[in-house]
């Protein structure tokens, strides 16, 4: 009885760190085709807070946010 009951848990708990990892590759794969945040959406960002944007501003900017993906 005492081994189901471990045999249950451990089958579990087994299933939840191949899912985690599984859903974490996953997630990755899909950031990286499709980011978030582009260019464009830097440049309009930026220009709604009154600023112009030179194209070194936003490659820093697209540095530091895939620095931090």
């Given at each position: 009885?005492w081994?189901d009951?471990?045999?249950?848990?451990?089958?579990f708990?087994g299933?939840?760190?191949?899912?985690f990892f599984?859903?974490?590759?996953?997630?990755?794969?899909?950031?990286?085709?499709?980011?978030?945040?582009?260019?464009?959406m830097i440049?309009?960002?930026?220009?709604?807070?009154?600023?112009?944007p030179?194209?070194?501003q936003v490659?820093?900017?697209?540095?530091?946010?895939?620095k931090?993906?």
């Amino acid at each position: 009885m005492w081994i189901d009951i471990l045999q249950i848990l451990l089958g579990f708990l087994g299933g939840v760190v191949v899912g985690f990892f599984v859903s974490k590759k996953l997630m990755t794969k899909y950031l990286q085709k499709n980011p978030p945040i582009n260019e464009e959406m830097i440049k309009t960002l930026m220009s709604g807070m009154g600023r112009t944007p030179t194209q070194k501003q936003v490659n820093q900017m697209m540095k530091q946010m895939q620095k931090y993906m």
